[in-house]
């Protein structure tokens, strides 16, 4: 081997090359299998309970493990659309979530533009102050959000689930980062051009950047869609719950029924499944830049 | 650039006044009150007598919090670096693999990460059903042909919330590994492989330097991630019996304050927690700085 | 430094008027009280080497930059203060600066739609800029889907469609490779012919100023070394950074004894025993006794070595035949000296040679290297 890294374009000797290409197909074919294997078997659970949600409830509980069902059906679903107030709760998640996603971007991309272009007294504590609460535990803060929110008048409502979810430090930093990287022509043709700052920031560095803006905002919307603590805290009646605390709720209202808990789950995750099946790419990136990697 | 003083400082004036309201609001004030009442025996709504320290010494003295504590710690154990070295052999392996089967792969190990917690704890509580869970199908030869609850015999509770949060957040690491992987340019492999290094040697010499960061990063984040445990621990002890002896830090702060009403108390204890994750978000801070930096 | 009229003729009002600007960044100084007018009408490059504060004098022109100390006139009135939009200028920047996420029609519409105009009046401005600068095939691709020379059009139709009183371009050219170098320099004379608008040029090609420019302004280390219309820096050089920096290959140096000054005519002494005559513009004080020849090598001419017209006489180092001419570069008691000969020479390395002297084109250097 070591000769032919001296001598890189002469041919190499026939023999051993092949002996190692034997020896790599059969490691890459276990390997490949190996990784194959745990991809089914992680996603097994979730087929699982995805298709437990098609079989009737007698079929369920049947002793046997059946990967199809025998009768497919859709009682379940239609059972818990009919009987819960899930739609309710996706209107309650879609218009929370929603809110959250708008309200944290544009206010994101605001102070991350200010701290990145501007010069005003006091941009350095704020910077320091956002990168501070970068370490904060929000769950940390549950009893006195709730107290706020209670002073507020807020508690069991939409605006209460909403409000303690705007703060989001790493949204911020991330449009500072992308904004500083912006190279300063741009900004000088624009003020050429008769831009003034918010000009400037809806027309050229928004616009400059809308994969991340795309991408913040699917991850913010998921993260506030699948949020359970707070709304579980803040809600107490049962129109003002979100999906993902209300499907916890159903198991009372049925008592033990599998394919009723089951399908009433899966509606709950639909939208953010697809969600992320459409947009594969932008979630990844935005989860680089999350965990802080710049992609 | 020239332009006057007064402009910029309106446009800044503008454009941070909906951080400065909503972080002046919703965190500086909150968590100055937080420290607040806990000196106080107020109640979760409320005013309260001024106690000094009792709070934190009831904390201290009683048994309940210590133990939660260190359910805290030892689920973070169970969750935290398992997920990390797991991530990394699935990231070695996804890695290898090419084109669709690759985002295939991935696909199935990310899925899980999106669901709402709720969803995971429903799949999973129908995957260890005692009666009719599948799992019970490998449970029951190992248990004496018995079904066993597997969610409410104490000793196998952390352990298997771990296994449940480790499918449900694999899929994070992955991807963070993975990208690692990326960047490690394959002509080093092909200069490795000319040199005749052996598989095993390439690993060590060559990925896992590289990828040694990423590992470090990963494992910061869980850390800090699974300080904050509740989610799980609350859905699978819901129907609430025996809670005391898997309780969490984040489910000790809700218990005082939302069942106990004792305000002062959980927030106490809420600034214990934040003490802990603060240290660690310095660390981690300090280690992506000294990442930025290279 | 008073105005040198444009080549154009006409009433050359000022219309860019610099007054004892300085810039400073902390410590450095980029520009030191500088002071300089732009006639109305006129094409004016800024010619110098690297980091001599071209660009920054332009960016303070354009109001990017705030001024030190000095103010700044447009049309005679101060606009030391005034923000870059208010300023009636434009400026094409050599990275170009096109919005990667408009098309070139939004591009060149942008500062109209910032500044309110009506839907039908950006649509004919636009497509007035885009008939000028022959666009109008583009119109709706990106940036990113243009080339080169595309972009470069692009860039310069936004400055167009706001029809302004002053163009600024900072080094347009440098991105592009030779051929559409000089393309874009044509369509730029043409452009500055139809518009007659006042045009300031950054650029550190000579050719590049030489050839578009009326005016050329020399800066050296963030002064002016030198303005005038590009035959009078090649011929009457003021000092010896322009005539240094001006011309391909460079001026020759020689050290000279200065013997006699009479009637605007010095007497030196060439290393080498010789003398020449040479023009001087006042009558230098006796006190300089040695001081710079400054010889172009095209008014150097090779005779035999041995002739009685012979300045100097050398030895050739090397021979470099370019076709149309020759350059010649020889070993001298003055030192290394560069001549150009035509294509023809017969002349090898090694063969000793004798330099007759054009002494009307010589030019003298005091030890401060100002002109004498
Ligand atoms: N923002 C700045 N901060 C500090 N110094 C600067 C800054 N901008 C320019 N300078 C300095 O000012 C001097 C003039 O810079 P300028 O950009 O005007 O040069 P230039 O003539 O345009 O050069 P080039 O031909 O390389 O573009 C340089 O010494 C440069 O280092
Ligand atoms: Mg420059």
């Known amino acids: 081997m070591t000769d032919t890294a001296l001598v890189s374009d002469a041919p190499p000797p026939a023999a051993r090359p092949l002996v190692r290409l034997r020896q790599l197909d059969l490691f890459g074919a276990v390997v490949t299998l190996a990784t194959l294997a745990g991809a089914v078997v992680w996603a097994f659970p979730l087929y699982w309970g995805l298709v437990t949600t098609f079989k009737p409830e007698t079929e369920i509980v049947q002793p046997g493990v059946h990967l199809w069902p025998q009768n497919f059906t859709f009682e379940n679903y239609a059972h818990v659309l009919m009987q819960t107030k899930i739609g309710l709760w996706y209107v309650n998640s879609l218009v929370t979530s929603g809110a959250v996603t708008v309200i944290v971007v544009v206010m994101a991309a605001a102070a991350g533009y200010a701290i990145s272009q501007l010069e005003f007294p006091g941009r350095r504590v704020f910077w320091a102050m956002i990168l501070a609460s970068f370490m904060v535990p929000i769950p940390a803060l549950i009893v006195n959000h709730f107290v706020l929110m209670s002073q507020f008048g807020w508690i069991n409502t939409l605006q209460g689930v909403v409000a303690p979810q705007l703060i989001a430090p790493v949204t911020v930093i991330i449009y500072k980062q992308f904004f500083d990287s912006v190279p300063k022509d741009f900004r000088e043709a624009a003020v050429m051009d008769g831009a003034n700052d918010f000009q400037l920031l809806f027309r050229i560095y928004l616009p400059m950047n809308w994969g991340i803006t795309t991408a913040l905002a699917i991850i913010t919307f998921i993260g506030a869609w699948n949020l359970f603590l707070w709304p579980f805290l803040a809600v107490s009646s049962e129109e003002k719950l979100n999906v993902a605390v209300g499907i916890t709720q159903v198991h009372d209202a049925f008592g033990v029924q599998y394919g009723r808990d089951l399908a009433v789950a899966m509606l709950a995750a639909l939208p953010v499944a697809i969600v992320y099946l459409i947009f594969q790419r932008r979630v990844t990136q935005a989860i680089m830049l999350s965990a802080g990697i710049k992609g | 650039m020239l332009k006057s003083k007064r402009a910029e400082y309106f446009a800044a004036a503008v454009l941070m006044a909906p951080f400065v309201v909503i972080y002046g609001v919703l965190f500086v004030y909150p968590t100055i009150k937080m420290v607040e009442l806990s000196f106080t025996n107020a109640p979760l709504i409320g005013p309260g007598k001024w106690v000094g320290l009792d709070n934190y010494w009831r904390l201290a003295t009683e048994r309940l919090f210590p133990t939660a504590v260190w359910n805290t710690i030892y689920f973070v154990l169970l969750s935290a670096l398992p997920s990390t070295l797991l991530a990394l052999v699935v990231a070695l392996g996804v890695n290898r693999l090419k084109g669709w089967a690759q985002s295939v792969a991935l696909a199935a190990f990310f899925l899980p990460y999106i669901l709402p917690v709720s969803v995971v704890y429903r799949i999973w509580d129908w995957m260890f059903d005692a009666n009719f869970g599948i799992a019970q199908y490998a449970i029951a030869p190992l248990d004496g042909g018995q079904h066993l609850s597997v969610f409410r015999t104490i000793p196998l509770f952390m352990p298997m919330v771990a296994v449940v949060t480790i499918w449900w957040l694999l899929g994070f690491n992955v991807l963070l590994f993975v990208s690692g992987l990326r960047n490690i340019s394959t002509e080093i492999y092909e200069a490795a492989e000319l040199d005749g290094a052996s598989r095993w040697a390439q690993f060590k010499r060559i990925t896992w330097p590289l990828i040694w960061p990423v590992t470090v990063l990963v494992l910061t984040i869980q850390l800090i991630l699974q300080f904050k445990i509740f989610d799980q621990v609350y859905l699978f002890t819901q129907g609430g019996y025996r809670v005391d002896s898997t309780m969490v830090m984040v489910q000790y702060i809700y218990r005082e304050a939302f069942q106990l009403n004792k305000g002062g108390l959980a927030a106490s204890a809420s600034v214990v927690l934040f003490v802990l994750i603060a240290v660690m978000s310095v660390l981690q801070f300090q280690l992506l700085r000294a990442r930025a930096q290279r | ?372």
């Open chain 3, 1 to 372: 430094m008073s105005a040198i009229p444009g080549n154009k003729g006409g009433a050359a009002a000022p219309h860019v008027e610099l007054r004892r600007v300085t810039k400073r960044y902390g410590v450095v100084t980029a520009i030191n009280d500088l002071t300089l007018t732009v006639e109305k009408g006129s094409f004016t490059a800024l010619l110098g080497p690297s980091g001599c504060g071209k660009s920054t004098l332009l960016r303070m022109i354009a109001g990017l930059e705030r001024i030190s100390a000095g103010q700044c006139f447009l049309d005679g009135v101060d606009v030391t203060d005034v923000a870059p939009a208010k300023r009636r200028i434009a400026m094409v920047f050599q990275s170009y600066a096109l919005y990667p996420h408009m098309t070139t029609r939004q591009n060149i519409a942008f500062s109209l739609s910032l500044a309110g105009a009506s839907r039908k009046e950006q649509d004919e401005r636009t497509h007035e800029v885009a008939r000028i600068l022959q666009l109008e095939d583009y119109l709706d691709r990106r940036p990113a889907e243009l080339s080169g020379g595309q972009r470069q059009r692009v860039a310069i139709g936004r400055a167009l469609v706001r029809h302004p009183e002053v163009f600024l371009f900072d080094e347009p050219l440098s991105n592009l490779d030779a051929k559409l170098r000089v393309q874009m320099r044509l369509e730029l004379a043409k452009l500055h012919a139809t518009l007659h608008a006042t045009m300031i040029y950054v650029t550190h090609d000579q050719t590049e100023a030489m050839t578009l420019a009326d005016k050329i302004v020399v800066l050296d280390r963030g002064r002016v070394a030198q303005v005038g219309s590009p035959l009078e820096l090649y011929n009457r050089p003021a000092n010896k950074f322009v005539a240094a920096f001006i011309g391909s290959p460079s001026m020759n140096f020689l050290p000279v004894g200065l013997t006699a000054v009479e009637g605007g005519i010095a007497t030196v002494a060439l290393p080498g025993g010789r003398t020449a005559r040479v023009r001087v513009g006042g009558a230098p004080a006796k006190a300089v006794a040695t001081a710079e020849l400054g010889v172009r090598p095209e008014h150097l001419s090779l005779v035999v070595a041995d002739d009685a017209n012979a300045a100097l006489r050398g030895e050739v180092a090397i021979v470099e035949h370019l076709g149309n001419l020759t350059l010649l570069y020889v070993d001298t008691p003055a030192g290394q000296v560069i001549v150009e000969g035509p294509g023809n020479v017969s002349v090898r390395s090694g063969d000793t040679v004798g330099l007759s002297l054009r002494e009307a084109n010589a030019r003298l250097f005091g030890a401060d290297g100002a002109s004498l």
